[in-house]
């Protein structure tokens, strides 16, 4: 075990042990999904791909892939972000 | 949303293009920056169009480079734009100006005065009250003073009890309410006289001295209950003498205004006849018509034909015309001409049928005599058909009611 993973576990048992929610203490992606039509992400860390048709964005460790139709980028904030569109799935690579 | 989109309004945004090999890495570096991006969309192969705010265009021109992207500016938007636009348009810019302060300016007098609530008082009279204490159409608004104006409105028209002044906008609203005063009595002398036939079930004496009784049967214009009180025919004191010096001026009868209620049976008779045999004519339903126009004593046909294409008929004539007006007296007329077929009937029915139907016409002439909001007491038919065979049935329907027939009549004793 690496001294990064036993960082990495340490902190999660800390914040479990704490109740404080994952996006706050691990770094990780709040990610909300508003039927098909809309879905929001906190914490991420820039956009690698932009297609009407699949929405690549980097998170925390690896990448949230979107694929839908007439998909748009409503809203971007340095921390925060908003696709809209028809959203088919969504997928952690 | 809306607040975020208000500002970005507030303070100006363009809609910019993005091309170049990796538009994204503009977005992430923009972002990265805090710089808000909004209705981000593919518009190529290369392209991106999005939003940005009038005040980030600047720092974009050095992430722009930095990303190896260009970018154009498509639209400007917003208030700063809408500025410029405006600046070189200053006579509409006035325009607006004027408008708003004219209208602030108008609506800081009173343009309506409305009074509610009043019944007996006449509006013009609380107006006018109004108007004495400041509250008039035209007046600055801030020069009522509600509580002066509803003072003055009281002290002049001691009828009302209580009034209100509202402000509402322009209009401004007195509310009063009235007192209820007890009315006039009748002073004038009058007997209560019967208003219509009937046999009398009733009579219930508040002043005046009874003529009738219950059971009687009384005439139109009868007096009911007089007016007119004969002095009281005084009984000898038991055991007493009677004085003489009782003067005979009490013996004077009074006068009074007679006030009661005589209730009485009364009847209203109809009657209605019904043949065996029935004819006439009557409309089948059919109808044809011609429109025609008049001009000058010419006829132009604009519609139909003036065939009749019936062989019994009813014509029906009607003439359109402009009104004149002042001296010009248009030369037109519209005629549209109706013919009606009518047919000729023949109608048999039974002598039962018949006098159901002679009876329904009798009750409906008697219903017709009817006062309104009567209860109908009881009602009943009688068969008056003359012994001749071929004779129609003839029906008399009689309805009883019981009314109220007293009505005043004055008189001078």
């Known amino acids: 075990m690496s001294w990064r993973d036993f960082k990495r576990k340490v902190q999660r048992q800390f914040s479990e042990y704490l109740e404080i929610p994952g996006d706050v203490m691990l770094d990780l992606p709040k990610i909300i999904l508003v039927g098909n039509i809309q879905l929001f992400i906190e914490n991420h860390r820039g956009i690698i791909e932009y297609t009407p048709e699949g929405v690549r964005v980097s998170v925390g460790e690896g990448e949230v892939a979107v694929t839908g139709q007439d998909l748009m980028l409503r809203n971007i904030l340095p921390d925060e972000l908003c696709v809209e569109g028809r959203i088919r799935s969504l997928k952690f690579l | 949303m809306f607040m975020f989109k208000l500002i970005s309004y507030l303070l100006g945004y ?14 992430n570096m923009a972002a990265g920056r805090g710089i808000f991006l909004w209705d981000v969309f593919r518009s190529g ?18 992430i722009a480079r930095r990303t190896r992207c260009r970018f154009r500016i498509c639209q400007r938007r917003g208030v700063p734009f809408h500025a410029v636009w405006l600046r070189r348009r200053k006579a509409l810019a ?21 009074v509610r609530g009043n019944e007996q008082l006449d509006t013009f009279e609380v107006l ?22 509803e003072a003055k409105i009281q002290e002049k028209l001691p009828l009302v009890s209580w009034t209100g002044v509202y402000i509402q906008g322009t209009r401004v609203i007195i509310e009063v309410a009235e007192r209820t005063v007890p009315g006039e009595e009748e002073r004038r002398t009058s007997h209560i006289v019967a208003a219509k036939e009937g046999m009398v079930k009733e009579v ?10 219950e059971g009687d049967t009384v005439e139109q214009g009868q007096v009911l209950i007089s007016g007119e009180i004969p002095p009281y025919a005084e009984e000898p004191a038991p055991g007493g003498k009677r004085t003489d010096d009782e003067s005979e001026g009490d013996r004077q009868p009074r006068y009074v205004h007679a006030k009661g209620i005589v209730r009485a049976r009364v009847w209203y008779e109809g009657y209605g006849e019904a043949g065996t045999v029935e004819t006439g004519r009557r409309p089948t339903g059919r109808s044809a018509s011609w429109v025609s126009m008049d001009f000058e004593g010419k006829e132009i046909i604009l519609s139909g034909s003036p065939d009749i ?25 519209i005629i549209t001409v109706k013919y009606i077929e009518m047919d000729d009937y023949r109608l048999e029915r039974s002598r039962e049928d018949a006098i159901k139907l002679a009876g329904e016409r009798a009750r409906e002439a008697a219903a017709k005599l009817l006062p309104e909001n009567i209860e109908v007491r009881e009602q009943w038919l009688e068969d008056v058909t003359s012994g001749n065979a071929g004779d129609p049935v003839r029906i008399r329907a009689v309805m009883e009611t019981i009314e109220d027939i007293g009505r005043d009549k004055f008189f001078t004793p």
């Open chain 2, 309 to 333: 294409p019936f062989e019994n008929y009813k014509v029906e004539t009607f003439v359109k015309k402009i009104p004149d007006w002042r001296n010009l007296n248009m030369p037109v007329e």
């Open chain 2, 204 to 213: 219930l004496v508040f002043d005046g001295y009874p003529v009738v009784k």
């Open chain 2, 14 to 27: 363009v809609v910019i293009l993005v091309t170049g090999e990796a538009p994204e890495k503009f977005v």
């Open chain 2, 45 to 62: 192969d290369r392209a991106i169009t999005m939003k940005v705010r009038l005040n980030a265009v600047k720092p974009l021109r050095h």
């Open chain 2, 128 to 149: 006018e009250a109004a108007e004495e204490a400041g509250l008039y159409r035209g007046v600055f608004k801030r020069s009522i003073e509600a509580g002066r104006v």
């Open chain 2, 94 to 114: 006035l325009g607006a100006v004027i408008f708003l302060t004219a209208l602030y300016f108008l609506s800081t007098f009173v343009w309506f005065v409305e």
